[in-house]
């Protein structure tokens, strides 16, 4: 199984600024996500990150809130840009791992926008 | 995206009772996947299966993969207060993306 490590663990950001979220995974893996899970609610996806190429974006999700990097097969950011309190969620890095048969999460990042 | 039925919503069985929830889809899934989420936490894998009909168990878990392909089966046997929490289907059609269901919130009541 593939650990996933995310920092920060949570936050709270005003209005109008940014934050960038680190996803570490312990090996190399296929493919990485980015979810976004409202309170009670499921895992909505936002975008696929590439390594080396810009991320594949869900409808509704674009890259100039939403900018993704993969530099290499263990590493990805999410930046949430130009934040509003409708921001306010939990954010989700996700891992998939084998033939792309299995997905492991990480522990999320809670995010609180004033 | 596409999402996945799954029911109940929610659960309330006193402590030592059998759950079983149950997940659909309009379309065939070849990746059946079951999580369990703490308040707090990211989704944790349970269950992964495979193949249709497949039958799988963690311990007080068993997960089965609907002949159709397009549903899956989760019980959890003799519950106990740490069985607390909400848990998701995930189904992969084709390709690399999986899709989640809506979720069914557990509770057991000692």
């Known amino acids: 199984s593939a650990v996933i490590s995310q920092k920060p663990s949570r936050d709270i950001c005003q209005r109008g600024t940014s934050l960038t979220i680190q996803c570490q995974v312990d090996?190399?893996?296929?493919?990485m996500f980015w979810y976004r899970q409202q309170p009670g609610q499921s895992l909505t996806l936002i975008a696929t990150?590439?390594?080396?190429?810009?991320?594949?974006?869900e409808s509704g999700f674009v890259i100039d809130k939403f900018p993704i990097s993969r530099p290499n097969l263990t590493f990805s950011t999410l930046t949430v840009s130009n934040m509003s309190p409708e921001d306010s969620s939990i954010y989700l890095c996700s891992a998939l791992q084998g033939g792309a048969e299995t997905q492991y999460f990480g522990p999320g990042t809670r995010l609180l926008v004033l | 995206g596409q999402q996945l039925n799954q029911s109940p919503q929610s659960m309330f069985i006193q402590e030592g009772e059998d759950v079983s929830m149950n997940c659909t889809s309009s379309?065939?899934?070849?990746?059946w996947l079951w999580y369990k989420q703490d308040p707090g936490e990211g989704p944790v894998l349970l269950i992964a299966?495979?193949?249709?009909?497949e039958l799988t168990s963690n311990g007080r878990l068993t997960a089965q993969f609907g002949i159709t392909r397009k549903d899956s089966f989760l019980n959890i046997s003799a519950s106990i207060p740490s069985d607390v929490g909400i848990y998701f289907c995930a189904g992969q059609p084709t390709g690399n993306q999986f899709y989640f269901g809506t979720g069914t919130s557990l509770t057991v009541i000692p």
């Open positions: 090996s190399q893996v296929t493919m």
């Open positions: 990150a590439n390594q080396g190429s810009e991320a594949t974006y």
């Open positions: 299966l495979y193949k249709a009909g």
């Open positions: 379309s065939i899934f070849n990746t």
